[in-house]
Nanobody, 126 residues
């Protein structure tokens, strides 16, 4: 059974950086999709970045140029590098696994992801 686990959240001031990690276990192939989602209190969950099975990437407009998603296949880990963080980025961040999504042209729907992590909190103060 595939499992994913996030780490790396924390509290930073506006303009700071954090790197989130998503460790994948229970899947023997190297090609898979990881999506990063976030949910702030009182708001709906939104997808912010994704890396497809073919290493294509997509970012929503509000994070493009500030966030970067990449993988280390040897470590079976996908990272979300977040720079120039702003208070609006405050949320619980979760990663999700999909074996079906290969090339990404937009943010896939959450229903396409088979496994979700518990989340890691990111808090940005002004």
């Amino acid at each position: 059974q595939v499992q994913v686990a996030e780490s790396g959240g924390g509290s930073v001031q506006a303009g700071g950086s954090l790197r989130l990690s998503c460790a994948v276990s229970g899947y023997r192939f190297n090609s898979y999709c990881i999506g990063w989602f976030r949910q702030a209190p009182g708001k709906e969950r939104e997808g912010v970045a994704v890396i497809g099975g073919d290493d294509s990437t997509f970012y929503i407009a509000s994070v493009k140029g500030r966030f970067s998603v990449f993988r280390d296949s040897a470590k079976r880990t996908v990272y979300l590098q977040m720079n120039n963080l702003q208070p609006d980025d405050t949320a619980m961040y979760s990663c999700a696994f999909s074996s079906a999504v290969n090339n990404v042209q937009n943010m896939p729907s959450g229903v396409l992801f088979e496994a979700w992590g518990q989340g890691t909190q990111v808090t940005v103060s002004s």
